[in-house]
């Protein structure tokens, strides 16, 4: 189905068109239409056109006015202080696109997909190959995903990346003592869980550091190992392989737990990018971007400089010959660039990594690989505070798992769901309250612009009032139980029935959810998403508080309010599928 035009598209072309034949000149101008509490919208770019033309703003602003045909989407049209306009639809209007936006066969709401998608590589979700993942790995991944939900759903050609942490020199470590101790990964009677994962390399871990801490020789082999993984000898890759695995099973165990599809192509690690890295230093140093500085290639930057005033400069190549982070970065940026033709590159990275990502672009743009049509561009996030506001730890001062913090969350959201629940079995009980704290986690996150820290409080989080996402929940499975209630009577649009003010506000902003996809998919902000459906969801208990839905007084006004109750719904649902949360039917 074609997109619907909304309301706003609606009278915005309107008022234009009244505007051009009042004033010529200022053909195409904007008439800068908002939605306001004086009216259904407010006009205000009447002023500014009035001053450039040298007129008097109330004159032109009822010029305009004479010029505007009311009745079909236009009730009235007024004119406001020094030459604001004031402007009411019609009911019909507001029930007729409703009705338009509901009968999109595809479930789409009218959104429309994007006339010219481009492609965009969103790197989000980078846990690190034979370490747990903790509090901080949550954002990434949670802000990370509804954007992927996000330009998707605008018909963006979106490739996932989870750029995992699976090279470097603690591998040597690893892959020595696992040698050592060949049976430490097996796996006795078949399939493991993530936890049991995360148990078998976290013991490993400690062993291999402890003995490379005390033991001179096995430091020295550790040591050399790591040469014989960068040279690619065959035994020490596959015993690498098997950490890879093996941290696999844990990271998928983690994002199933997150709701989250993780899938196995998408992720492409550091040492992914391995054959790569000589010949990004080859052609940085050819075109001068980079230069050799005491046995290192580095690129300098003007306006970089460290607190003694001398330029900090971006190492690509250590004096040794290994490679930094950089070289990894500006290869995947080459990758990305010319194998996978994207137009944008997302990162999706934690805001302490910005002066990094900072030189790394400027790198880019200088070898010519980024440019005017090709850009990158890091969604830098904050920090997860405890309630204290300070950066979330444990009693004992360490990092917060992530799993026993997503854990801690579905039993309290279980808790708040055995209270209210009055016909659910104990299974469903737990399949809700997984729906529900995995909900309440996400929507904390993401209810924050990405950049600003945020507070963990969880049990602000799973509370039913206020802006969480079990109020959202809520709202959605009580209308489920008004439409089960309603038995044979089905929802059906009526144009012709005046509508209650709190309709109204309902339709109006139910009407808006195509140009908030729109906004929240261009500008990577899924907190301009949650603010719009908690506004939904706040709007819907005033339409319930004040308007009766199965006991209104015909047969036509149950069935009319039935429909904005259906139509809520699905807007609510898919708000909420788009920040990857579930909305259970019952609760």
């Known amino acids: 189905m ?28 904007d008439p800068l239409l908002r939605r306001s509490d004086r009216a259904d919208y407010q006009a205000n770019g009447i002023l500014a056109l009035a001053k450039k033309a040298k007129a008097n703003p109330r004159e032109l602003a009822a010029q305009v006015v004479a010029q505007v045909t009311t009745g079909d989407v236009i009730k009235d049209v007024e004119v406001s202080g020094p030459g604001f306009l004031n402007v009411t639809v019609t ?30 590589v969103v790197d989000y979700a980078q846990p690190n190959v034979a370490k747990e993942m903790h509090v901080g790995h949550l954002r990434s991944a949670v ?24 090279w470097g020199t603690q591998f040597g470590m690893l892959i020595q003592y696992l040698d050592e101790h060949p049976h430490e990964l097996d796996h006795q009677g078949g399939e493991v869980s993530g936890e049991e994962a995360m148990s078998n390399l976290d013991r490993l871990y400690k062993a291999a550091r402890k003995k490379f801490d005390s033991d001179e020789e096995f430091k020295t082999r550790a040591r050399r190992r790591v040469v014989d993984l960068q040279a690619g000898d065959e035994h020490t890759l596959a015993m690498w392989q098997k950490f890879v695995d093996e941290s696999k099973i844990y990271f998928f165990s983690v994002f199933e737990k997150l709701d989250m599809e993780v899938r196995d192509p998408d992720i492409v690690g550091e040492s992914g990018y391995n054959d790569m890295l000589a010949e990004t230093c080859r052609l940085l140093e050819e075109s001068g971007v980079a230069v050799r500085s005491e046995g290192a290639l580095c690129v300098f930057f003007d306006d970089i400089k460290g607190p003694d005033g001398n330029p900090v400069p971006l190492i690509v190549q250590k004096s040794d010959g290994g490679y930094g982070y950089a070289a990894t970065d500006l290869s995947a940026i080459r990758d990305r660039v010319f194998n996978l033709k994207a137009n944008t590159l997302l990162y999706v990275v934690d805001a302490r990594q910005s002066l990094h990502f900072k030189m790394v672009f400027e790198t880019a743009r200088r070898a010519g690989w980024l440019n005017d049509d090709v850009k990158a561009h890091q969604l830098a996030f904050g920090t997860v505070l405890g309630k204290d506001g300070k950066p979330f730890k444990t009693r004992e001062g360490e990092t917060v798992r ?10 309290r959201a279980s808790a708040v769901v055995r209270e209210k629940a009055q016909d659910l079995s104990e299974e469903e009980i ?6 529900v704290g995995i909900g309440a986690v996400k929507y904390a996150d993401l209810s924050t612009s990405a950049n600003r820290d945020y507070k963990f409080d969880l049990d602000q989080m799973v509370s039913l009032n206020g802006d969480t996402s079990v109020y959202l929940q809520y709202a959605y499975a009580r209308i489920q139980s008004i ?19 709190a309709e109204r506000a309902l339709g109006l902003h139910v009407d808006a959810f195509a140009e908030v996809v729109a906004e929240a998919a261009t500008e ?22 004040k308007c009766p839905v199965l006991k209104a007084e015909t047969p036509e006004q149950v069935e009319n309010r039935l429909f904005l109750c259906d139509v809520t719904a699905k807007t609510l649902h898919q708000g909420m599928a788009l920040l990857g949360i579930r909305t259970p039917e019952r609760l």
């Open 2 to 29: 074609a997109s619907v035009t909304s309301l706003t598209a609606s009278v915005h072309q309107r008022l234009a068109s009244a505007l051009s034949a009042a004033l010529p000149e200022a053909a195409g101008a």
């Open 91 to 120: 009911d019909r209007a507001i029930t007729e696109n409703l009705a338009a936006r509901a009968a999109d066969t595809d479930g789409r709401l009218g959104v429309p997909h994007a006339e010219h998608p481009g492609t965009t």
């Open 143 to 166: 802000i990370g995903d509804s954007v992927v939900q996000l330009l998707e759903f605008t018909g963006e050609n979106v490739v996932r990346r989870h750029h995992i942490g699976d």
């Open 402 to 411: 992530l799993v026993d913090l997503l854990d801690e969350a579905i039993d």
């Open 430 to 435: 737990a399949e809700r309250g997984a729906q």
């Open 483 to 501: 439409l089960r209630k309603a038995g044979e009577v089905r929802p059906a649009a009526h144009p012709e029935l005046e509508l209650h003010e």
């Open 524 to 545: 990577y902000a899924p907190h301009k998403m949650t603010a719009y459906l908690y506004q939904l969801a706040s709007l819907y208990t005033t339409f319930y508080d």
